[in-house]
């Protein structure tokens, strides 16, 4: 059986916001809500990239609660959600992780078609992103919903259904083996059982031992209970408590 946990939690009080705009919680918050939705391991972070909603600040804002006085840790942890490049460096990098003290770092891509408009041109950048990092950044230790952003093409109608029939097979099989040899985890963000493809690419995942994790992408402390669903789906595919991500203490 599974351990739930769930390393992709945002505590989303602290990024910069427009007037009348939602708080956000907080990471205690956060911290409760992903504890009550079943969570063993409980990972806290925030976004860091070249958008003005998430100045770095923020993440020393956040970083200082975690590690104020009294602050319940136990079991809880710090990371960091950091935008990769064209080269697989991320935006946090080995400075920003000493800086705010973090355990963790996610690195992921968030494109859309108002930057890039073309699909297959969206698919061959975020490939490139991802192999890059599992290649060559050791600063990074979690790959971040892997794809995860092409249903934004389907969303703004530029291709009538998104899947992962879109992405070269090739793609799919590098990305593999690179984590396999890598050690880095890949993330399970999404249940998507109506797209073959993509439950192939995660059964491919077992069949490798490649190492992941399970988020929920929670924004929002009523977000935190979709761990739970993925970690299940997870374990029907047939994913092992032995290949579970975990951070090393």
């Known amino acids: 059986m599974l351990i739930q946990s769930d390393y992709h939690i945002h505590a989303s009080f602290y990024r910069a916001k427009n007037p009348g705009d939602v708080s956000g919680p907080i ?6 809500a ?9 990972g806290i972070l925030e976004h860091c990239n070249a958008s003005p909603r998430h100045p770095f600040h923020c993440l020393e804002e956040l970083s200082a609660e975690y590690y104020s006085d009294g602050f319940d840790r136990d079991n ?5 959600e950091a935008d990769l490049a064209d080269d697989g460096s991320d935006a946090c990098g080995d400075s920003g ?18 930057i890039i408009p073309d699909v297959y041109d969206y698919i061959d950048t975020e490939y490139s992103m991802i192999t890059n ?8 230790n979690i790959i971040g919903h892997p794809f995860g ?9 530029v291709v009538e259904k998104w899947g992962f029939d879109l992405i070269p097979e090739k793609y799919l099989e590098e ?32 069949a490798e031992n490649i190492c992941f994790t399970v988020g929920s992408d929670a924004h929002f402390t009523e977000n935190t209970d979709k761990a739970a ?11 092992k408590e032995e290949n579970h991500w975990r951070i090393e203490k």
């Open 149 to 157: 952003e092409g249903i934004r093409y389907e969303r703004a109608g």
């Open 229 to 239: 669903l993925r970690t299940r789906w997870a374990e029907e595919l047939g994913f």
């Open 34 to 42: 992903a504890r009550a939705a079943g969570n063993k391991y409980i």
């Open 76 to 80: 809880i942890f710090l990371g960091v």
């Open 97 to 114: 992780r000493k800086h705010l003290k973090l355990h963790y770092v996610i690195g992921s891509v968030h494109l859309s078609p108002k």
């Open 175 to 206: 990305i593999i083996m690179l984590a396999k040899n890598s050690g880095k985890a890949l993330e399970i963000n999404r249940c998507h059982e109506d797209d073959p493809v993509y439950v192939d690419f995660l059964k491919k995942w077992c």
């Open 133 to 140: 990092a599992l290649k060559y950044n050791d600063n990074v």
């Open 27 to 32: 990471v205690a918050e956060q911290r409760d």
